[in-house]
């Protein structure tokens, strides 16, 4: 199910992104010290529970004009940054976004390699450039980035699984190097 309805309202009542939940909290936690992330073209957060995500779905082709109006909104916030997940090449729409959100701007795409890493950044599109599940799986993966080395491999099956495994384990490459690997 799609939320539908006035694009005011639904971005100021239709989680996850609940614009009244951050004007109301102002006074105990500055919204300059807050940010916001934003997944296009896929669904909403993926850590709403699953009928929830289904309901809370909106599809950023068709409803673009929600984006805009979001970027807009959250911009007049201040908040302390954007972080959009693009999970489809949406140039355009995401170019909008840059062009009202005057913070610092994280994007996240979903079909980014390794070699294309920088190329927002060097477009002007984005500020930051998520890396977490590369990060996760990379503990000196800042060395192997500059190095040009190769990347462990996430896995994906212990993110959120409660203990330690798929966190602490993953090897660096002197690690790796030193097993002979």
Same mark, same amino acid.
């Given at each position: 199910?799609?939320?539908?309805?006035?694009?005011?309202?639904?971005?100021?009542?239709?989680?996850?992104?609940?614009?009244?939940?951050?004007?109301?909290?102002?006074?105990?936690?500055?919204?300059?010290?807050?940010?916001?992330?934003?997944?296009?073209?896929?669904?909403?957060?993926?850590?709403?529970?699953?009928?929830?995500?289904?309901?809370?779905?909106?599809?950023?082709?068709?409803?673009?004009?929600?984006?805009?109006? /979001?970027?807009?909104?959250?911009? %007049?916030?201040?908040?302390?940054?954007?972080?959009?997940? &693009? #999970? !489809?090449? $949406?140039?355009? @729409? /995401?170019?909008?976004?840059?062009? %009202?959100?005057?913070?610092?701007?994280?994007?996240?795409? &979903? #079909? !980014?390699? $390794?070699?294309? @890493?920088?190329?927002?950044?060097?477009?002007?599109?984005?500020?930051?450039?998520?890396?977490?599940?590369?990060?996760?799986?990379?503990?000196?993966?800042?060395?192997?980035?500059?190095?040009?080395?190769?990347?462990?491999?996430?896995?994906?099956?212990?993110?959120?699984?409660?203990?330690?495994?798929?966190?602490?384990?993953?090897?660096?490459?002197?690690?790796?190097?030193?097993?002979?690997?």
């Amino acid at each position: 199910m799609v939320l539908h309805g006035r694009v005011d309202f639904r971005c100021m009542y239709g989680a996850p992104w609940r614009i009244d939940r951050h004007r109301a909290t102002a006074s105990e936690n500055p919204l300059s010290r807050r940010a916001k992330r934003v997944r296009m073209g896929g669904g909403c957060a993926r850590w709403a529970p699953a009928p929830l995500e289904r309901r809370r779905h909106i599809e950023g082709d068709e409803n673009a004009y929600l984006y805009r109006y /979001l970027a807009r909104e959250l911009n %007049a916030m201040k908040l302390a940054y954007l972080h959009v997940f &693009a #999970e !489809r090449k $949406i140039e355009a @729409l /995401l170019q909008e976004i840059r062009d %009202a959100w005057s913070k610092p701007l994280m994007l996240l795409r &979903a #079909e !980014r390699t $390794i070699g294309n @890493l920088a190329a927002d950044i060097a477009s002007g599109l984005a500020d930051m450039i998520a890396i977490g599940r590369w990060a996760l799986a990379n503990p000196d993966f800042i060395s192997r980035f500059e190095r040009n080395e190769p990347l462990n491999e996430a896995d994906h099956t212990t993110f959120y699984g409660g203990t330690a495994k798929g966190y602490t384990d993953y090897p660096t490459l002197a690690q790796l190097q030193s097993a002979g690997k």
